[in-house]
């Protein structure tokens, strides 16, 4: 008898016929849809016996499972805290309203349920003046180390993103180290003395004592942001490999010792370019010190992150920073940030994607008097927040929304999402760039959601402008859907049992056969 019913058992525990498509997001190339949640029409896409193929063939391969998504989100420096603290005194309830739509990540919501935030340590080029926390010339001892050097915006828009989404992130990082720790005596430019190792590490430390005498938990913590990067007008510093190196393994065992064994350190903090060295030689140096490293747009091809993950698959990525031009085009942005950071980084290895500035003004600003940084048109934030207390967002949140979509946890408290294996195939193949993800559940009963981010890039822009949707098929478990892709931009799920489930149910089927 119960080989008789093993296949009907089989397909019922595979869910084959109730894998279903219910929910869309979309942001389209002339903003008809812009981070749009809409239910498919007919209601819903079904997941049937494998047909002909389409134009495009996107093909998914859940037992390939690789690293864990964190989120999506940008820098809350001293300009954008200001701004948004404004904002709040100016109109609270337009601040609350944009808050929520940036960061609240509950299941369902209309927002973009943004979870990762960084916070330079002391001043970066927007900031209102150059500042550490403890400006003291020779002060080894660090006994005017002073976190509330910082504006107290910060520490509040902080706790303001937090009470709306528990979930975020912190990773701090300084733009440079006082001082009178460098070469040129100034926060400016120059670059790190070696003597100073120990009480960089130290201060360091104290850094995190003081997020965390501020009610800030802090996920994770780098050396130096852009170590090889001396700039004379804001605040900048060269650190080399070593000095690196040796800052971190000092760092490594004051938080072991000091109740932060579980806050990540991550170094590098730079552009692609350098992947295959700079992190390479740090992991050499110092590998059990760090947990990963960071990189930047600003130098080289996303494909580079591969020259450090194809060397230690084991330690982990993130896209730390990313600025738009003000002035720029929206849809060729929103392209760009896709194939390259929020698809494409994460596709080689990248645990998060994150752009610069969280909040400016329309002009970029305000930034540390003086400094070249953004100069031309100027930054972009991901926010515009104007005089008025209007504010608007940008292509940068539409992008990182429709990323952030599919991986944050379905269930309070439950797991992020893993990218998961995935290609294209057709005739249409190069018109599509996917990334795709499985989010777990807390209750083993429920079933995991799948999730793709679509970019259609077909817009015929190269030679004239002729925006074409693309039909596809999705393949998943030996069976098919099918959607038109718009071009723009589509986050969409589904439901289905885990993997591990599947086997383990197979295997208690197959024993139940051989024994009758």
Known sequence: MHLTRLPAVLALLHGVASQQIYDIIQTTWDRSHLLTHFQPTPDPINFVQPGPIGSADIVIDDSSVHQTVYGFGAALTDSSATLLSTLKSQNSGSYWQLMDYLFNATDGANAAGFSYVRVPLGASDFSTKAYSYDDTRGDTSLSHFNIAAAPSQVFSVLHDILSINSMVKVHVVPWSPPGWMKSTGTMDGGSFQSQYVSTMATYLLKSLQGFQSKGIPVYAISIQNEPENSNPTYPTCLVPVATEAQIGLALRTLMNNNGFASTKL??????????????????????????????????????EQASFTSKYPEKEVYMTECSGENGSDWWSDIKWYMDNLFIGSVSYGASSGLMWNLALDGNGNPKLPGTTSCGGPGCRGVVQINSDGSWSVNQEFYSMAQASKAIIPRDHGGPWGQRIGVSVGGSLDWALVVGAYVTGRVSSADWDRYSIVVLNWDDGASSGWNPQPVKATIEFRGKQATYTFPVGVTTLWWYAESTSLNNNAELRVQSEGAAA
Do not use: K
Request: charge should be negative; include cysteine; hydrophobic fraction near 40%.
């Open 266 to 303: 991550i170094g590098y903090e730079h552009n692609w370019d350098d992947a295959a060295n700079y992190p390479v030689q740090l992991m050499q140096q110092a590998g059990s010190a760090f947990a990963g490293v960071a990189f930047h747009c600003y130098g080289g091809t996303v494909s």
